[in-house]
């Protein structure tokens, strides 16, 4: 009989989607079962899943399974207590990110339930799993300093235990990778952001440099592109019209657009605060697309330091976006003077065919041992 997995993912956003979508399609010696709440109310859905999942009507959680892997956003410790069949079962936790890290904006409070939570979980898995060293270690270092504020009954060694029991595991990039783009000198730009209209993505710089390229003397043509909310931030409705007739691609794009524009773009732009892997940087780098970003978050795991820049983080908002927007365009002039030649795909080693084999060996060792022992 092949081995039973029940995959939960308690706020199925587009890359927790991505990541599922992939795993399972590859890995089909098994026979997966999934759980999935939608992304929305994100603080209910963090902290009230496990009521949902344990006293609702879900059938699938009364069967037997050999594994569960669960996202870190999975209240598992308590579904387990509401579920005893899934108590001990072995469990990897997969962190597509985590709360310590995320940059929190102005009108945002962190819940502190939330990566108490994630602790929780951790805790209790098998193996942790995170799509960046990033990841881990900004987990590692929010972890041990929220729990060196609680007054007592940390148990001793729980952050060493946790440590001991995770390594990094990128989400699989599930789609052909192209040698990156060569540019002979002058040839125009071809500029995308492809991101979350999201304030962690830091919009307000991105838009900055659009401007800046539309008033400079650089021949260029621009998309930015994404997935858009209601509270979307403000600045995507403050474009000039100068920009706007500069832009090939404004909004939310069909997946078969999305391919024609990555296709048709020579340089990808992030200027985010918060990526913990990069999904789009890294799948607009698989159509041979130039990165630019920022030398921070989990970019310099597999972007060339040459398309780096840096951004010191003290001083106002305004300064620091002036900065940012100075340094990429630093980028952009010599990239349209001098050209790029390097051909090497450093998003290469992300390509489902080099990752999928560690996740299907570490799913068939969890419930070999498993099967042993029952």
Request: include cysteine; charged fraction near 15%; proline fraction near 6%.
């Amino acid at each position: 009989m092949a081995p039973r997995i029940l995959l939960l993912s308690s706020y199925h956003a587009q890359s927790h989607e991505y990541w599922a979508n992939t795993i399972t399609h590859h890995i089909q010696d098994v026979e997966w079962t999934q759980l999935t709440l939608p992304a929305r109310f994100f603080s209910w859905r963090t902290r009230g899943n496990s009521l949902t999942w344990g006293l609702g009507d879900y059938p699938q959680l009364a069967a037997e399974y050999d594994l569960i892997i669960a996202t870190s956003m999975v209240d598992i410790s308590a579904l387990r207590g509401f579920r005893p069949n899934l108590a001990t079962v072995p469990l990897i936790v997969y962190f597509h990110e985590n709360q310590f890290a995320y940059p929190w904006s102005k009108h945002q409070v962190m819940d502190i339930n939330i990566p108490l939570t994630s602790i929780y979980s951790a805790a209790c898995a098998d193996q942790v799993l995170f799509n960046s060293e990033y990841n881990r270690q900004s987990f590692f270092t929010g972890a041990k300093q929220l729990l060196d504020k609680m007054p007592d009954g940390i148990p001793a060694n729980l952050i060493a235990n946790i440590r001991r029991n995770s390594s990094v595991l990128p989400v699989p990039l599930d789609l052909p990778i192209t040698p990156t783009l060569t540019l002979a000198p002058k040839t125009p730009l071809k500029v995308v952001w492809n991101h979350r209209w999201e304030y962690d993505k830091n919009p307000e710089a991105m838009l900055a440099v659009f401007e800046a390229l539309a008033r400079s003397n650089l021949p260029f043509s621009g998309a930015i592109v994404g997935q858009s909310f209601r509270d979307s931030p403000k600045c995507f409705k403050q474009i000039t019209p100068r920009l706007r007739a500069c832009l090939k691609h404004f909004g939310y794009l069909s997946a078969s657009d999305y391919r024609s524009c990555l296709n048709d773009s020579t340089i990808v732009l992030s200027t985010a605060w918060h990526d913990f892997q990069g999904l789009a940087m890294q799948m607009a780098m698989a159509h041979g697309c130039i990165p630019i970003a920022p030398n921070r978050v989990a970019y310099s795991e597999y972007i060339p330091s040459s398309l780096l820049y840096s951004v010191a983080d003290n001083g106002s908002k305004a300064a620091a976006i002036a900065e940012e927007c100075e340094q990429i365009l630093n980028k952009f002039e010599y990239l349209y003077h001098n050209g790029f030649a390097e051909q090497t795909n450093s998003v290469s080693d992300y390509h489902q065919s080099q990752l999928i084999p560690p996740y299907r060996a570490l799913i068939a060792s969890l419930v070999k041992s498993y099967k042993a022992t029952t």
